[in-house]
């Protein structure tokens, strides 16, 4: 590709944390990074901007480029961090061989536990992480050699204790005052913890702390009392980069209707070394999935110790006899966190494969997902303008793939409003749309995918009232405002209500058509209320009423329009006489 060609794919990216990788044009990956918005990390290094010379070398090297999206910034740090040790790329500095990134190693010593951060991973010691920080790495460090009395000198024997000693922080080993049972449980302690078991032995400790109380052992509650909040800080601290001993594969899709995707995230003892995707022309169905996994693992090496699947399948026994038992659900929240990922990469590939990256339609495939509607290439929405109960209209606007078709926008003037509501007027306006469809009016053909109403439960029940009278099907759905007119959340009509701060493409879309269509209705009442006052204006000159007023509006649009016309132009309005122009043209003058 050339520069122009990878910026132009490089702002097609989304707004979201990832990692992205740089390959040659033999296909070796030279850079691996990350960032917290990909479209404007990527795009940056291709914008004709000044760089630093080591990176326009990398620039000039690269030929394409891929991304794996990420929940978030330490998630793509993670990841990051595995690409990088797997493929080792020639313009990476940092991760390489561990440095940058440090491990806490747990050792022994002649029995007594030995905590350190490392940069690698020594042989004969238990090593946790990398971790991402490394502060965090010397605050743990330090609280389990405090907690547990750990030896802060070299280890080696000495003829009496130090004064670390003496003052009670450390267990006394290099004098040989340090009891072997105690080190041997300090040591399990310790790794215990690093493995994130915190909660068993948060509790185990708070029970002995309170029977040292009771027994008025003070100094032990103390020291109980300190490893506890020691183990409070350390898990708040202690996240690595890794996912550890992650060695599974996690399947997700994405279900277009007409075409499907399918992706693989594989990590190997806590490394991301690939993944893959692939597009199938037809919808995702259990049994495609099924003719994936039997060709898949065929062909490749022997599966990994764990398969994580979307969901639970007919077909999942009997694979697992073939598997071993491998094919499982996610379960721990690491788990589940991989496994959407892989739905979020297959959904991020499914719009790359059919061009559809430009920001509002990444908006629609958001809106599509959050929604749960399969088909949303034409939108129609609705919303209702009055001052109590007067002039009260209908706008509405339709949307095609995302973007307003201000051509097919609508307006509704309501009739017979009195005693009615928002519910009756949006009705109404439905009502009249579909009647001019069936009628053949090619202005309000073809019908949407899906209806929504500026409202909730009330507006989607009555349009669902009318679609069914009618023998259509099509989904209404409400937007809700909160009590400052801010758009708020998406309402099905079973009643459930989904927020839409939480997603903000589809947070964005939803907002705009709430303003889109508000402005269309509340125009088009402003516009009627307009008028209205000077239809009421013309009504005060002497020898016109309202049906006379009202062809005069009729015939000049405006009042202003009417103000310039001459007698004779005036007579050609029915009803007018001679006599009552002139009276009408000297009445505007003067007032």
Not at 12 to 17: A, D, N, R, T
Not at 177 to 191: F, G, L, N, W
Not at 234 to 257: E, M, T, W
Request: aromatic letters at 8%.
């Amino acid at each position: 590709m050339t520069r122009a060609e990878l910026l132009k794919k490089a702002n097609e990216l989304p707004e979201s944390p990832g990692v992205y990788t740089m390959y040659d044009a033999s296909g070796d990956v030279i850079y691996v990074g990350k960032a917290v918005k990909l479209c404007n990390r990527v795009s940056s290094y291709f914008r004709n901007i000044p760089h630093e010379p080591k990176v326009e070398r990398m620039i000039a090297h690269v030929d394409h480029f891929s991304v794996i999206l990420c929940e978030n910034e330490l998630d793509a740090l993670i990841t990051e961090c595995s690409l990088i040790k797997l493929h080792n790329p020639f313009y990476n500095i940092k991760l390489k061989d561990g440095h940058g990134y440090p491990f806490i190693c747990v050792s022994t010593v002649n029995g007594c536990p030995r905590v350190k951060s490392e940069y690698s991973r020594p042989s004969g010691a238990r090593c946790f992480g990398p971790f991402a920080y490394l502060q965090n790495v010397s605050l743990i460090v330090g609280l389990l050699n405090r907690a547990y009395k750990l030896p802060s000198c070299n280890y080696k024997p000495r003829s009496k204790p130090c004064l670390e000693y003496d003052m009670g922080r450390c267990n006394g080993f290099c004098a040989g005052k340090a009891d072997p049972k105690e080190m041997k449980e300090a040591y399990e302690a310790i790794c215990a913890i690093l493995e994130g078991k915190t909660d068993a032995i948060a509790a185990e400790l708070t029970a002995e702390m309170e029977k040292a109380a009771e027994r008025l052992d003070f100094e032990e509650a103390a020291l109980l009392r300190d490893r506890r909040k020691a183990l409070e800080m350390i898990s708040k601290k202690q996240r690595p980069v890794l996912s550890q001993n992650r060695h599974a594969d996690y399947f997700g899709y994405k279900d277009g209707g007409d075409r499907c995707c399918i992706f693989l995230l594989r990590l190997r003892n806590g490394y991301v070394v690939g993944e893959r995707c692939d597009v199938y022309e037809e919808p995702f169905t259990p049994d495609l999935l099924r003719q994936y996994l039997e060709r898949f693992y065929t062909r490749e090496e022997p599966p990994p110790g764990k398969i994580y699947l979307p969901a639970e399948y007919e077909w999942t026994a009997l694979l697992n006899q073939w598997l071993k038992g491998k094919l499982t659900l996610p379960v721990y929240e690491q788990d589940l966190r991989l496994r959407a990922l892989a739905d979020k990469n297959a959904a991020e590939r499914m719009l790359q494969y059919e061009g559809k990256t430009a920001r509002i339609q990444r908006q629609l495939s958001a809106f599509s997902d959050f929604s749960g509607l399969r088909k949303v290439d034409l939108l129609e929405v609705y919303d209702i303008s009055q001052t109590a109960g007067s002039d009260v209209v209908c706008g509405s606007i339709s949307v095609r793939e995302g973007i307003p078709d201000r051509k097919k926008y609508k307006k509704y003037r309501i009739r017979q409003t009195l005693g009615r509501g928002d519910t009756d007027y949006m009705a109404e306006a439905v009502q009249r749309r579909i009647a001019r469809y069936r009628e053949g009016d090619p202005a309000f053909t073809p019908l949407p995918d899906a209806i929504l109403c500026d409202g909730a439960l009330g507006q989607i029940h009555a349009v669902e009232a009318v679609l069914r009278d009618a023998g259509i099907v099509i989904p209404v759905l409400g937007l809700k405002k909160d009590t400052r007119h801010r758009t708020k959340s998406l309402v099905f009509s079973d009643g459930t209500e989904k927020l839409l701060a939480p997603v903000p493409e589809v947070f964005s879309f939803c907002g705009r058509l709430q303003e889109e269509v508000h402005r269309v209705a509340i125009s088009y009442h402003k516009n009627l209320r307009q008028k209205a006052m000077q239809q009421s204006q013309l009504e005060s000159i002497p020898g016109i009423g309202k049906a006379k007023a009202k062809a005069l509006f009729l015939h000049f649009k405006s009042i202003d329009k009417i103000r310039k016309a001459s007698v004779e132009e005036l007579c050609a309005v029915k009803g007018v006489t001679p006599a009552l122009a002139r009276g009408i043209v000297e009445w505007l003058q003067e007032n």
